[in-house]
T-cell receptor, first 113, second 112 residues
Framework: QQQVKQSPQSLIVQKGGISIINCAYENTAFDYFPWYQQFPGKGPALLIAIRPDVSEKKEGRFTISFNKSAKQFSLHIMDSQPGDSATYFCAASGGTGGFKTIFGAGTRLFVKA | DADVTQTPRNRITKTGKRIMLECSQTKGHDRMYWYRQDPGLGLRLIYYSFDVKDINKGEISDGYSVSRQAQAKFSLSLESAIPNQTALYFC???????????FGDGTRLSIL
């Protein structure tokens, strides 16, 4: 009930292409769904987040699509750039375990120049 | 200066040694967390603290202990290190119960 499943484990995209990372959750009490970006030697940093009252949120080239009925959400990176090469984690928190954030296993993205 | 500072950044030690990892924050958040990161496993919660008097076990607390010395300081100890505790360790803080977490840059720990 507390798991967040993330796919793919790794992703290679050409510069200018669209990167898509998917996550699925089980606990319907979750009410906050962030994506974190991590570069080598650094801690994860919040990239973009969504709450379940909306189906999409866009910030620049980054978009979260949220499907409450399917319990799935995804990150879309438009016009992917080499500087986007990093590890991306989806996460979920809220409900009775609001103080705990459950993380996906991570996706290593490589954008080829 | 970083909002969440972890020391040391790298540590190599031997099996059986006691190790302390330290975390300090300037964000003024009450909630602090210790995570472990392993390839393919994401971030797993070791311990968390809501305030100085509150300490809670996470999903993988065996072999670890923590101390919350002040609102700004939260340390993680390995009483007797073993090789499978080799990992990246991250400290994080948060303010709202259901909101973003703010991470330090981690400690890379190797146990030989």
């Amino acid at each position: 009930q507390q798991q967040v499943k993330q796919s793919p484990q790794s992703l290679i995209v050409q510069k200018g292409g669209i990167s898509i990372i998917n996550c699925a959750y089980e606990n319907t009490a979750f009410d906050y769904f962030p994506w974190y970006q991590q570069f080598p030697g650094k801690g994860p940093a919040l990239l973009i987040a969504i709450r379940p009252d909306v189906s999409e949120k866009k910030e620049g080239r980054f978009t979260i699509s949220f499907n409450k009925s399917a319990k799935q959400f995804s990150l879309h990176i438009m016009d992917s750039q080499p500087g986007d090469s990093a590890t991306y984690f989806c996460a979920a928190s809220g409900g009775t375990g609001g103080f705990k954030t459950i993380f996906g296993a991570g996706t290593r993205l490589f954008v080829k120049a | 200066d970083a909002d969440v500072t972890q020391t040391p950044r790298n540590r190599i030690t031997k099996t059986g040694k006691r190790i302390m990892l330290e975390c300090s924050q300037t964000k003024g958040h009450d909630r602090m967390y210790w995570y472990r990161q392993d390839p393919g496993l994401g971030l797993r919660l070791i311990y968390y603290s809501f305030d100085v008097k509150d300490i809670n076990k996470g999903e993988i607390s065996d072999g670890y202990s923590v101390s919350r010395q002040a609102q700004a300081k939260f340390s993680l100890s390995l009483e007797s290190a073993i090789p499978n505790q080799t990992a990246l360790y991250f400290c994080a803080t948060s303010d709202p119960p259901s909101g973003p977490q703010h991470f330090g840059d981690g400690t890379r720990l190797s146990i030989l």
